[in-house]
């Protein structure tokens, strides 16, 4: 039995593979290489010796009757879903391609996993279903209302719904399937062996931005918005660790029983500003950064924090990594050695 993991060459994907090889299960990775790198998997080939076994196919979720082939000749039964574009300001510019790669994709997903017989999905959904919550909301909890507000936020609460209602319809035939939704904050930070890490072209997240920038390769990091409804007029985010991000994946996927609905909110409960990750930035580098004030970025929600109760009280799984400057020195060791990403 493999488990298969969908956009297993991307960012938070290739994390997640690591750490079930590490554990000795079986990995199928599926990527199109949209926006994923092969070289990330490569890297994570097992050991001489290791009882885990990786596979790779490159291949677009859409393509169901070769999705459909590969989970058979795999043997899948449990599958983290990560594939999907995941640019906010992109979707806006490109719906279409959003619906097509991540809602599409996930109504072809889960039809290869019907017709195999898979039994449990864990789900990549993100905070952007919440939308705006008012300048005055505190920490977000599951039960926030989802409104989004980005074509990216809709894709996928979208998916959110169809393993929903697909769920009812594996209920009425009697077919064991159990699902989780783990709705992202801002995922931060590389592997701690410095072997794979965050590389998006072009890279638009605050913390990659102005490590770039420590690195010298941006000219200045641009705040965008300073008046703000919050202390220093800057926008306050969640930023988890992309590997206690993947332990909670790896406790949910074991927690869930057939019938299960579950659904998460993944951040560690404490927002910082842009300002003060860039403090951080200049703490853990040591590098002098030139600031950049600029106007707002449309979209932007001035404060989006977790509420962490949930999954702690029913899974026990809180965040290890709560020290913000760790979470940077990881994306920072990851960064130094690697200026061109993955080419070098
Ligand atoms: N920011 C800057 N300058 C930059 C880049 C970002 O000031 O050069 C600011 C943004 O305006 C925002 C904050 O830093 O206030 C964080 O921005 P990111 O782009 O790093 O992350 P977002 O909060 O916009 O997006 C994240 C995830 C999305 C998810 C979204 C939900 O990356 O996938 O949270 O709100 F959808």
Redesign the pocket.
């Known amino acids: 039995m493999a488990i298969l993991v969908t956009g297993g060459a991307g960012y938070i994907g290739s994390h997640a593979v690591q750490r079930l090889l590490r554990d000795g299960r079986d990995v199928l990775v599926v990527d199109n290489l949209m926006r994923g790198h092969q070289e990330a998997v490569r890297r994570l080939e097992p050991k001489a010796g290791s009882s885990a076994r990786l596979a790779f196919a490159r291949l677009d979720i859409n393509s169901r009757p070769a999705l459909e082939k590969l989970l058979r000749d795999h043997k899948v039964d449990s599958v983290l879903h990560f594939a999907a574009l995941?640019a906010?300001g992109e979707s806006v510019q490109d719906p279409l391609l959003y619906y097509h790669n991540n809602t599409a994709g996930m109504v072809s997903l889960l039809q290869a996993c019907d017709a195999v017989g898979v039994t449990r999905m864990v789900f990549s959904s993100?905070?952007?279903t919440y939308g705006q919550p008012p300048a005055t909301h505190g920490p977000v909890g599951e039960d926030c209302p989802q409104n989004p507000i980005s074509p990216?936020?809709a894709t996928k609460l979208h998916g959110e719904h169809l393993l929903r209602d697909y769920m009812m319809g594996c209920n009425l035939a009697k077919k064991p399937f159990a699902y989780a939704a783990l709705r992202y904050?801002?995922v931060a930070g590389s592997d701690r062996t410095g072997l794979i890490g965050e590389v998006h072209d072009p890279e638009?997240?605050?913390?990659p931005?102005i490590l770039q920038h420590a690195l010298g390769k941006r000219p200045h990091?641009?705040?965008?918005?300073t008046d703000y409804p919050t202390p220093d007029g800057?926008?306050i985010?969640d930023y988890v660790h992309v590997e206690d991000l993947i332990d909670a994946h790896v406790k949910v996927l074991e927690a869930l029983k057939p019938g299960d609905e579950r659904h998460y909110n993944l951040g560690i409960g404490t927002g910082y500003s842009?300002r003060q990750i860039i403090d951080g930035v200049r703490r853990v580098t040591g590098k002098e950064l030139k600031v950049v004030e600029q106007p707002r970025?449309p979209g932007?929600?001035p404060q989006?924090f977790n509420n962490p109760a949930k999954i702690q009280r029913e899974l026990g799984w809180k965040a290890q990594v709560t020290s913000l400057d760790e979470t940077i020195e990881s994306a920072w060791r990851f960064m130094k050695n690697h200026p061109n990403g993955y080419a070098g």
């Open positions: 995941a906010v993100s905070c952007a990216y936020g904050f801002n638009t997240h605050l913390i931005v990091v641009g705040i965008f918005g800057t926008c985010r842009v970025r932007d929600p989006l």
